[in-house]
Structure formats: C-alpha cells, structure tokens
C-alpha cells in the first residue's frame, strides 16, 4: 500500500494558474503508474490525467476537458506527481485526488487505482 499527500489546492481567477502536488511513500514510486481525478460538488469522480512509470516511457494521457491546459509529471527522486494547471476555468472548480496504480502503465478510470490522496480542493472565481 502507498500513502499519498496532495498540497496546492486554493483560490484562483478564472484564467489563472495553480499547480498541485502530491508526495508518495511507501513502495516503489518509480516502478508504478499515477493519476490524478477531480470530483465536483453534486458529481462523479471524473478521470483528469495519468502518467505511466518512467520504466514504461513515462506516457501522458489527459481527459478532453483538460487537455492543452493541464500538465502531469513526475519527479521520481522527490517521489511527488505533480498536476500544472493552466487557463482555469469555473468548471474546474472540485476536489482533486491524487491516485496510484499498481502498475506501470496508467489507466483513465477509479477501478484502476488502488491507492488515493485525501484531496485537495481547487476553486476557480469568474
């Protein structure tokens, strides 16, 4: 089992930038897949983006509403996914998880995660 933190979420203007971070412990960070989800108040948790491990080349993937604004990484020697936010948007405005796989390549949907931050919550004002 991992433990995920996530730090970074606030307030921001519509059109700002925030990024947030999410520090893992407790197996080996590099060797598995990480994703990132968001749940808006009254909705599902929904897919945001999921990087595959550095071992499998280190693949992004990004849901269609994120896509062009929203960039994941990964920092392996600090253990920590990291989700750059660009361009908000009110729409953007949820809790935001942090989430791991137990493997190396990275996978859109809740059941093919195993481990979850305790979120953090990202406001965007118009």
């Known amino acids: 089992q991992v433990q995920l933190v996530e730090s970074g979420g606030g307030l921001v203007q519509a059109g700002g930038s925030l990024r947030v971070s999410c520090a893992a412990s407790?197996?080996?960070?590099?060797?598995?897949?990480m994703g990132w989800f968001r749940r808006a108040p009254g909705k599902e948790r929904e897919f945001v983006a999921a990087i595959s491990s550095s071992w499998s080349g280190g693949s992004t993937f990004y849901a269609d509403s994120v896509k062009g604004r929203f960039t994941i990484s990964r920092d392996n020697a600090k253990n920590t996914v990291y989700l750059q936010m660009n361009s908000l948007k009110p729409e953007d405005t949820a809790v935001y998880y942090c989430?791991?796989?137990?493997?190396?390549?990275?996978?859109?949907?809740?059941?093919?995660?195993?481990?979850w931050g305790q979120g953090t919550q990202v406001t965007v004002s118009s």
């Open positions: 407790g197996r080996r960070f590099g060797v598995y897949a």
């Open positions: 989430a791991s796989k137990s493997s190396p390549v990275a996978g859109a949907t809740t059941y093919d995660y195993d481990s």
